[in-house]
């Protein structure tokens, strides 16, 4: 067999086996309506030049029977920032949760914190899913502190402006696919 004869024999073949795996694979894929219908986890640090340290963590849901309702999400987001010792750390209860494309904004109250008055308060953050350079905003760099913050409108956060600390970023966010 000449040489052009086999590599267009093994060129073929190599086709037919892509186009069977890719057929296989299509067919074996869960199915879309299984899957929740939005999330926001991970845990990053931010970058500050002055070395302060902060970290966000999220495990934010949206069960698929729930799609129609973002306020029916569930879970809890918690963060900390501390410098030269001082500063605060705060948990919260998920009340609502808005994703597109690789952008999250959660809200939630507060439900523990060592800040002085923060129990009770609505904060909102948005995160931008960019892999290893993930990015980040909280309602409370406009409002002031979450205990000034008088009533935040549920999914309410900040423009994602702060940067994630490099190696730290594992944000992941479910797209929500709403029924227009």
Same mark, same amino acid.
């Given at each position: ?13 190599? $086709? ?14 869960? /199915? %879309?309506? !299984? ?5 926001? *986890?991970?845990?990053?640090? $931010? ?5 302060? /340290? &902060? *970290?966000?963590?999220f495990d934010a ?11 029916k999400a569930t ?10 010792? %001082? ?11 808005? *994703? ?9 109250? &507060?439900?523990?914190?060592? $800040? ?8 909102? &953050?948005?995160?931008? /899913? ?5 990015? $980040? ?10 205990? %000034?913050?008088?009533?935040? #409108? ?7 402006? %702060?940067?994630?600390?490099? !190696?730290? !970023? /594992? ?6 696919? #709403?029924?227009?």
């Amino acid at each position: 067999m000449n040489r052009r004869t086999r590599t267009a024999l093994l060129g073929s073949a190599l $086709l037919l086996t892509v186009a069977a795996a890719a057929g296989s694979a299509g067919a074996s894929a869960p /199915d %879309e309506s !299984g899957r929740e219908a939005a999330a926001l *986890t991970g845990k990053a640090k $931010l970058y500050r030049s002055a070395g302060d /340290d &902060i *970290t966000f963590s999220f495990d934010a849901h949206l069960a698929a029977k729930d799609k129609a309702d973002p306020m029916k999400a569930t879970g809890t987001f918690e963060w900390s920032h501390y410098l030269n010792g %001082e500063g605060a750390r705060a948990k919260a209860r998920v009340d609502c949760l808005l *994703t597109g494309g690789k952008v999250a904004v959660v809200s939630g109250v &507060i439900t523990d914190s060592d $800040l002085p008055g923060a129990e009770g308060k609505r904060v909102g &953050i948005t995160v931008h /899913d960019v892999g290893r350079h993930d990015r $980040l905003g909280y309602s409370w760099a406009s409002t002031g502190s979450p205990v %000034e913050t008088k009533e935040l #409108p549920k999914c309410v956060g900040s423009a994602p402006f %702060e940067k994630v600390r490099k !190696g730290t !970023g /594992d944000f992941t966010v479910v797209p929500w696919r #709403p029924a227009l």
